[in-house]
């Protein structure tokens, strides 16, 4: 009964957390979905998982110091890697050194008693355009996060599907080309190693060396190590020829890959989020004609495919979402 009342209050607030291999942040943030107050810390993710944890509790008490306790309805953490169906169990995040099977909710409970619960970052970011974002109005949609990886999650009626073992949603590793280039994650021709971070400025570099008078080049000042694609993107802004074919092409791979994933689904929206999804706007032209090309007729009509709202907002929004 308690707990309906604070969650019935217009005061009432929810932390979300947002761990990453570099840093993690929390946030107080109300029913609305807006941020109140913020804290980054290091993610000391090198140093094992109890190292981490203590970091994300020092940054839960600190938002809490200042602010009725009773008003807390609950904590809510969006971890990369594996996380169980028992909303509680992290194993094996990216860039974490010796994680395995660790009950990250219950070691975060034990030590601020309140309502704590875990979920993948990518899940996470797509329950935040949908309760808050660009997916409010869509009941079911597809979200990938387009950044240094491609991730993925799947909200089917409003809610986070995650399949019978919780890995659903792996959007970026469906495998465009069995001859393909290999992925991080060990396949081959994954939609990753075609259009994440590092392919796209590997293939940058690579078709500087045939055209050099490309005006990519100034804007590194001759250091191709600093090519990335808000540097492409800029490059294609101001009409170079390389920049557009390369990011024309990332747009219509993506389209086909979300044909594909949309056809599976039954769906018919799209959000596209993380760090690349600021591209220009004919990058999606070249990614919805693709999809329009490539998904199952009865579908065509009523095919969206949006720009993600929250930027790198989703992961404290949403992880406080999981609680709302
Ligand atoms: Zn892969």
């Known amino acids: 009964m308690e707990k309906e009342t604070t969650m019935n209050s217009p005061d009432t607030y929810w932390i979300g957390i947002d761990v990453g291999g570099t840093t993690i942040k929390s946030g107080v943030v109300n029913r609305e979905g807006k941020i109140l107050e913020q804290v980054v810390v290091d993610a000391r993710s090198k140093d094992g998982p109890q190292a981490a944890i203590d970091q994300l509790v020092f940054t839960v008490n600190k938002l809490l110091n200042d602010r009725d306790r009773s008003r807390c309805a609950g904590i809510g953490i969006g971890c990369p890697g594996v996380v169980g169906l028992d909303s509680d169990t992290v194993s094996y995040p990216p860039n974490f050194t010796d994680w395995h099977d660790v009950k990250l909710a219950t070691e ?68 465009i ?29 690579e078709l500087l060396q045939q055209f050099p008078d490309s005006t990519i080049k100034t804007m590194v000042d001759g250091n191709l190590e600093k090519i990335e694609p808000v540097i ?92 709302m």
């Not at 329950?127 to 240094?148: P, R």
């Not at 409003?158 to 959007?171: C, L, M, Q, S, V």
């Not at 290999?182 to 994954?190: H, M």
């Not at 993380?274 to 329009?292: C, N, W």
Request: aromatic share 6%; with cysteine.
């Open 108 to 175: 975060v409970k034990n030590k601020i008693s309140l309502d704590v619960v875990v979920e993948n970052d990518a899940n996470v970011a797509a329950l935040a355009e949908a309760m808050h974002g660009a997916g409010k109005d869509c009941k079911d949609f597809l979200f990938v996060i387009w950044g240094t990886g491609v991730g993925g999650g799947i909200i089917n009626d409003h809610k986070i599907y995650r399949g019978p073992y919780g890995g659903a949603g792996e959007f970026g590793h469906m495998s």
């Open 177 to 205: 080309n069995y001859d393909g280039p290999p992925c991080n994650c060990g396949n081959i021709g994954c939609i990753e190693s075609y259009i994440g971070q590092r392919y796209l400025s590997q293939r940058t570099r």
């Open 232 to 323: 492409i993107a800029k490059a294609a802004e101001q009409g170079d020829k390389i920049a557009i074919q390369i990011l024309e092409e990332a747009g219509t791979l993506l389209g086909y890959a979300l044909a594909s994933a949309m056809n599976i689904l039954d769906l018919n929206v799209a959000v596209i989020g993380g760090g690349i999804s600021a591209a220009p706007e004919f990058v999606y032209d070249a990614m919805k004609r693709a999809l329009q090309s490539r998904i199952l007729k009865p579908h065509r009509p009523y095919i969206r495919v949006l720009r993600a709202t929250l930027g790198n907002s989703a992961g404290i929004i949403g992880a406080a979402s999981l609680l």
